[in-house]
């Protein structure tokens, strides 16, 4: 019975997709992005895929840390470069999935041109998107998500421009799968993690979660647990709403749910497709730089 | 490792040498090519776009030069050859994945055809002052290897010695032409596939659990380690130890940056390329690069008519500094005389490797055009007074 237990302790239940070896992790207690890699961790699981044959990519930032946990191909890269980091990996190795995992300010700010662009060729890979309203890992700066009035190190009397509505930036510019949830929606979001990386093309997560030691502490939002209090009192979950219409205001209601789920070829569909229209048999479908050639 | 025949456009062509760049990299096997259009390097992108399709490899008009480089990194870590190219304003974009390239020790190519700078300067002339931005240019102690290429024939030559040395020594390498090479065409002789030597990406033999991306192999070199066969390893931009892993302090510091610094110049010695003419016995020694290493020619004829005891080095890798050399010469001759298309980069190295044992000269300009030959013979005449 005490072997028994013993064992128990020892293997975590998430050994096989985190660094047990590198556990303790960086990140505060009631942070939103441990249980954003836990949905990650089981929506893999779930869908039983080859972990050899995913790759996760991380920029900078609390949340750009991902990478480093996950026991998978993973690459820390610069602030906003996940994305064509990721690109590239994807390009060279189509038979992979990649996932880029980082925040809102790596993806959204620094990174957004990379976003809107890979967006816009659907590219087949994955984006999750921790929003926190705030910069963390630099100590709580203004961030493009940062809501109107919120307060920040850097917005010190309330924050006076107009954030960005993340899933209305992800299907304008072209991403077949959208969606955006709470970290307190575990269960769903694994869910919407599962489908977005079942998805051929850009699909983009949007995570709705709790910095408590900054967005949280500088606007005295209170604790870990009155933020998730906060999220299960105004999310109103509204499958396919219009992304027009699912701003988030400060302390506002947060419209949840999934609103794109759309069909379109993904940029290497195009490039051979069209490849194949001007060369006609000269040209051999492009499967990956190292032969992998799909049929 | 021979080149893929079907990659290898076999035969005696007219090209500049920016079309020369492209095929060299499509001779040395690349196969991912992402990059943003920018005077006067563009025709490589135009030429690898449009000669992509039949040979297997993919090229991407990226959004910007960040994401370029950035790319071209992910690609490498898949497995690919992988290039971009750019020029001034690109260049300075590119730095900072640059580095991450440098620290994550990912073999690549970034060819950057010199223009006039600063900011947008000359956009359709050349210049060759971004030698010391080459050198220094992402932020952080480090070594780079860059090579310089006098013309087309050898800008297709050096971008395939710059993706052999890129896969050997496990970072980017960078080929620093310029406008002038760039735009000028001449006959460039494509050899067949037998004859070019590639160099192969060194995988490690290791199974997976038992290896790590940053092993403290005696050289330095260490084995890449393939994405997608089971090794789940990780690699970050911080500071890391031979796992991989981010470690924070001075220790792991001093090991990482030693070991990225170590590993060029350890190696000097198989890096370094210098082509030298008449040097042994010289009083006077003209050191060059690139296209300025040709103008230089009608000076040195003129100066040798004179009865000057003459020579020259080509310098076809400029970084690493060939140190050893210039010491070694620097005891021998009056004086050494630096000539290049700038107001004076690496003619600072050279001027300190001499440390006052012999003369030092410097022949620059800011660009815009090639030397005049005459300034050049006016030096020499001025340095065997
Ligand atoms: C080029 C560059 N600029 C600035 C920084 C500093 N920096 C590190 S993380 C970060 C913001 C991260 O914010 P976000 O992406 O929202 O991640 P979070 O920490 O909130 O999870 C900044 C500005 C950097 N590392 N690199
Ligand atoms: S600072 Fe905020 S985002 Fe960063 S680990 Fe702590 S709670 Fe999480
Ligand atoms: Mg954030």
Redesign the interface.
Known sequence: MITEVAQQKQEHPMEKLL?M??IPHIWCPTCGIGTTVTALAVALEQLELD???V?V?SG?GCTGRV??YM????????H??A???????????P??KVIVFSGDGDLISIGG??FI?TARRNVDITVICVNNFIYAMTGGQVAPTTPLTAKSSTSPYGNYEHPFNLPLLAASSGAVYVARWTALHIRRLTTAFKEAISKRGFSFVEVIAPCSTLYARLNKLGDGLDLMKFYHDNSIIKHGADPKDIDIEYQSKITVGKFVDIEKPTFLDC?NNR?KE??GD???I?GG???HNRD | MKADPKNVLVGSHYLDGNHACAEGAIAAGCKFFGGYPITPSTEIAERVSRRFPLVGGVFVQMEDELASMGAILGAAWGGVKSMTCTSGPGFSLMMENFGLGIMLETPCVLVNVQRGGPSTGLPTLPGQADMMQARWGSHGDYEVIALAPDSPQESFELVIHAFNLSEKYRMPVLVMTDECVGHMTEKVIIPPAEEIELVERNYTDKKPGEAWPYEDTKNLLSPLLPVGKGYKFHVTGLTHDQRGYPIINDEAQEWNVRRLIDKVTKNVDDIVWLEEKDVEGAEIVVMAYGITSRVVQPAIAKAKKDGIKIGMIKMVTVWPFPEKRVKELADKVKALIMVEMNYGQVFLEMDRCVAGKCQTYFVGHAGGTVHNPEDVYKTIKEAVK
């Open positions: 660094r070896d590198r972990l050899d044959n790759a990519v900078i990478a480093g026991k998978l191909d993973s690459f820390h890269t610069t906003g470069r994305i064509p980091f990721a690109f590239g990996l994807h390009v060279a190795r038979d992979m041109n990379h662009h490039l490849n001007v060369f000269k040209y051999k492009y730089g190292n032969g």
